[in-house]
């Protein structure tokens, strides 16, 4: 059973991570960290808290706890997500301080040319967002905005939030069937 890490922070979107995790609870064994912001945001967002990240092969790390087994490099995954990712984060993780246990396993995956997909969410972007968002795909992550596609024809918030979703999961090369591949109709 492959294993992934999936931090949960500040930035509004939870309803990505909730997919997320529910697509892969059961197929995968879970780590999962969440920000306290994040926590406030799927509070607010889906009036549950990090605590709906349990069950059997899950494991939530608390965001202090910087000395967290997955804190080290020797802690192998098929990657890391950070959905939603929050600005806050990003310019952290961008600076390297490693003051939490969410910057901390980014940096791991970083330094060890791992796989750290990265969902911001903000608008509009100021320059400093932007500057840090091309220092993180330079340093190796991959960058995946928290922008669906229309041209599924999404009918319902579920629906838009699995597009973002599927194109998680195909970055992490995972079979997803939550939406089909893209036919041209004509
Ligand atoms: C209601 C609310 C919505 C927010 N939405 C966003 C957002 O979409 N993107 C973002 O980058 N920050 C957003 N923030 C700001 C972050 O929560 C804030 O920068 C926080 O310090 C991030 O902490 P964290 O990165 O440790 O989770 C929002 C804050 C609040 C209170």
Do not use: C, W
Request: proline content about 5%; charged content about 20%.
């Amino acid at each position: 059973m492959n294993r992934y890490i999936i931090a949960v922070t500040g930035a509004s979107g939870a309803i990505y991570a909730k997919k997320l995790f529910d697509y892969l609870k059961g197929k995968a064994e879970l780590h999962v960290i969440v920000s306290e912001r994040g926590a406030e945001l799927m509070r607010l967002e889906l009036s549950t808290g990090s605590s709906y990240f349990s069950g059997e092969n899950v494991v939530l790390h608390k965001n202090s706890k910087i000395n967290a087994s997955i804190a080290s490099g020797s802690f192998k995954t098929g990657g890391m997500v950070i959905v939603p990712a929050s600005m806050g984060t990003l310019g952290r993780i961008v600076s390297g301080v490693s003051t939490s246990l969410i910057e901390r396993v980014a940096d791991v995956m970083l330094k060890e040319k791992r796989k750290l997909i990265v969902v911001p969410r903000e608008a509009p972007l100021s320059s400093i967002h932007l500057k840090n968002l091309l220092t993180l795909d330079q340093a190796g992550a991959l960058i995946l905005p928290a922008s669906p596609g229309f041209y599924n024809n999404p009918q319902t918030i579920d629906d838009l939030a699995d597009i973002v979703v599927a194109r998680i999961l195909d970055q992490l090369d995972i079979e997803q069937e939550l939406i089909p591949p893209y036919h041209p109709k004509n």
